[in-house]
């Protein structure tokens, strides 16, 4: 009986082992450094989500006080009030 070259001897050589080991490590490390990175980028565009909901308030509050201040302006106009 001649040796087969798809038989693979039972035994499994310490070198072998630790690349494997080495090979799973890296993936490992590089998965969660992924998500890692997920997770922090969604954090950050919350933060940033809040700051320009936060603007978006100021904005609104301020073009309501322009459109008040308009509507005033134009009934004096009307009634031929000067505000000088």
Known sequence: MGTD???KTPVIWRTTYEESKKRWRIVFTLANLFYLG???SLGFSFIHHEKTQESFA???QELD???TKETIY?????KGVSLN
Do not use: G
């Open 38 to 40: 997920i997770i922090a």
């Open 74 to 78: 134009s009934i004096l106009r009307n």
């Open 58 to 60: 100021l904005q609104k």
């Open 65 to 67: 006080e322009l459109k």
């Open 5 to 7: 070259e798809n038989y």
